[in-house]
């Protein structure tokens, strides 16, 4: 019930595309869904965020849409651009006391020109 | 933004020998911090969770005799890997959850440990 399956494992999308990349949830007690973009050799950023409370959360030229009864949520990365290229990971958590992140598999996007 | 520091980001060490990483949260108390490992092309596997002032919470199949984690202070938390094999280097990773960051969890840039 911990688990959060993420896919696809790999992309590849032409630059100015859209990036699409999608995580479903079990536990219905998990209540904040980050999304982490990581480059080789360094540690997992935040991208951004949401709350179940809302079903879309934009910023720039990232989205992240929610869909609390299918228990799925998706990053849009619009206009890709090279620089994105990255390892994506998606993750779930309920926010009590110390509460850990559970992680997707993660997604390792290219973005060719 | 909370910002938290990991060192060193690289160390290589001799088979037998410990090494230690430490974590700190520059501008922000962590009363909890995080160990991960992560193999190439793999997800962040949480190794243990580590609290201030208190013994560490070790997940399932992680040697706490091998992966000694210490959170001695609120901005503080190291992990020690005792008696490095060669099947000990990966990536290692901390992370700090921020409760006036919006509950973001903030990570460290890592450290990659070689064991030759």
């Known amino acids: 019930q911990q688990q959060v399956k993420q896919s696809p494992q790999s992309l590849i999308v032409q630059k100015g595309g859209i990036s699409i990349i999608n995580c479903a949830y079990e536990n219905t007690a998990f209540d904040y869904f980050p999304w982490y973009q990581q480059f080789p050799g360094k540690g997992p950023a935040l991208l951004i965020a949401?709350?179940?409370?809302?079903s879309e959360k934009k910023e720039g030229r990232f989205t992240i849409s929610f869909n609390k009864s299918a228990k799925q949520f998706s990053l849009h990365i619009m206009d890709s651009q090279p620089g994105d290229s990255a390892t994506y990971f998606c993750?779930?958590?309920?926010?009590?006391?110390?509460?850990?992140?559970?992680f997707g598999t993660g997604t390792r996007l290219q973005v060719t020109l | 933004g909370a910002v938290v520091s990991q060192h060193p980001s690289r160390v290589i060490c001799k088979s037998g020998t410990s090494v230690k990483i430490e974590c700190r949260s520059l501008d922000f108390q962590a009363t909890t911090m995080f160990w991960y490992r992560q193999f190439p092309k793999q997800s962040l596997m949480l190794m243990a969770t580590s609290n201030e002032g208190s013994k560490a919470t070790y997940e399932q199949g992680v040697e706490k005799d091998k992966f000694l984690i210490n959170h001695a202070s609120l901005t503080l938390s190291t992990l020690t890997v005792t008696s490095a094999h060669p099947e000990d280097s990966s990536f290692y990773i901390c992370?700090?959850?921020?409760?006036?960051?919006?509950?973001?969890?903030?990570f460290g840039s890592g450290t990659r440990l070689t064991v030759v």
């Open positions: 993750a779930a958590t309920h926010t009590g006391t110390a509460s850990k992140l559970t």
């Open positions: 949401i709350r179940p409370d809302v």
């Open positions: 992370s700090a959850r921020d409760p006036g960051y919006n509950y973001g969890y903030t």
